[in-house]
């Protein structure tokens, strides 16, 4: 870090999860240059007490967030933190004239009230709200390039709406019968003591959670709605997986027209997404692990249909942390700041 001409970000939250893939994704963006980390109990360490293995490249200390102090160094700034602190200190940064980019859900939904009756808190900034763009660029690009505020999109919501998106905005499918089995691994949980986290309790070992009532449901409702056309619900479950990083969604649907075959939808999948340089639609009968994606930007999507039943089924692999989170969060930074989209967003893969 330390790099002049660099616009200065700032990471509130950066010593989580989401926040540490952050550090490490901008020390190597060549445009922009990370000047201030904030946490709460991580407070006065210095980050590479927190992250040894970070230590030659982040000479930083996280400090107690004073959201003055961050305004008046930060020209963006992410917040990486639990849902309900997002709002409670984007409105005095957008103030204070920063770019701002929400990792959590507090800016994600167009109502507010859907937003409360499923995250609870009492928002008091529905005007700031209503200008927030909600940060998934395969479907938002424009959007988000004249945005300040973005509520970035979940990393459930992502692997899930790029598998329904095409069908939806093509009326490919009954919207109504779409159902998303999706995997994650337990980096989605974040960097906190829970047990069901723990490596005795997750590991040898698969369930599913939140059945029928996660609160990924109604974001993915609301984007699907927006692109179907008209309010749909869809069935959404959640698992989780015994590996550290990673999402698999596999998510199925009836076809209106039963006459397609996958080689149509392939070819549907690549049109919309030709100009999205970061999905990556496989071949007939090749269908994506969550490790291909591990530590990118990457989604990858296979396509299928079943004659038998007349469904489609598509199958989207993620890395949580990176095109579900953080990565995510740098993308939309790009389109905001007039930079190339792909800029400093890794695209190879760890293998195996
Ligand atoms: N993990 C994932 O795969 C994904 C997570 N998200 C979302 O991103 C956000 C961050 O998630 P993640 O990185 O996993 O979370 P972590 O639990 O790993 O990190 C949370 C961060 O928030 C800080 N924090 C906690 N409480 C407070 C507080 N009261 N005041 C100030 N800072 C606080 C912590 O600071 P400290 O350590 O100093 O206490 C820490 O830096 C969440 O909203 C999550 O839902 C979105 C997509 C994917
Ligand atoms: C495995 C695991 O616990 N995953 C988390 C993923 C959600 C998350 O991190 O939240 P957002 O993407 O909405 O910000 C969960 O199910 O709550």
Redesign the pocket.
């Known amino acids: 870090m330390g790099n002049v001409g660099r616009v200065p970000v700032g990471i ?8 540490v893939q952050l550090v490490r994704l901008l020390a190597d963006h060549p445009a922009a240059e990370v000047v201030y980390l904030g ?5 006065g360490k210095p980050y590479s007490s927190l992250y040894p293995h970070l230590t030659n490249c982040v000479d930083l200390t ?1 400090e107690a ?1 004073d959201l003055d102090k961050i305004a008046a160094k930060c020209e963006v700034v992410f917040l ?4 309900g ?1 997002a709002y409670q200190m984007a409105p005095t940064l957008i103030e204070k004239g920063c770019k701002v980019l929400d ?3 507090d800016y994600r939904f167009e109502n507010l009230d859907t937003y409360k009756a499923w995250y609870g808190g009492d928002r008091s900034d529905s005007a700031l709200a209503a200008t927030a763009v909600y940060g998934l660029p395969e479907l938002y690009r424009d959007r988000i390039k004249n945005a300040q505020l973005v509520g970035c999109a ?2 459930y919501v992502t692997a899930s709406l790029l598998a329904l998106a095409p069908l939806l905005k093509q009326g490919i499918i009954v919207p109504e019968t779409a159902i998303i089995d999706a995997k994650s691994g337990s ?6 003591a829970e047990i069901n986290l723990l490596l005795a309790e997750a590991d040898n070992s698969i369930g599913a959670y939140g059945v029928g009532r996660h609160r990924h449901t109604p974001e993915i409702e609301q984007v699907c709605s927006d692109l179907a056309g008209h309010d749909i619900k869809v069935q959404f479950t959640p698992h989780l997986m015994p590996m550290v990083r990673g999402i698999l969604a596999t998510v199925y649907a009836n076809l209106r027209d039963p006459g397609l075959v996958r080689e149509d939808l392939i070819t549907i999948f690549s049109a919309f997404y030709r100009n999205s340089p970061l999905v990556k639609v496989l071949p007939a009968g090749v269908y994506p692990q969550s490790k291909w994606a591990c530590g990118t930007n990457l989604c990858y999507i296979g396509v299928e249909v079943d004659p038998r039943t007349d469904r489609v089924i598509v199958m989207s692999a993620i890395d ?2 990176i095109k ?2 953080a990565g995510q969060g740098i993308q939309c930074m790009n389109l905001m700041m007039g930079w190339e989209e792909t800029l400093g967003l890794p695209q190879l893969a760890f293998y195996p």
């Open positions: 509130i939250g950066a010593s989580g999860y989401g926040g946490g709460d109990s991580s407070a996280v967030i990486s933190l639990p849902n602190l990792l959590s859900a979940g990393c980096s989605g949980g974040g960097r906190k949580n942390l579900g989170q």
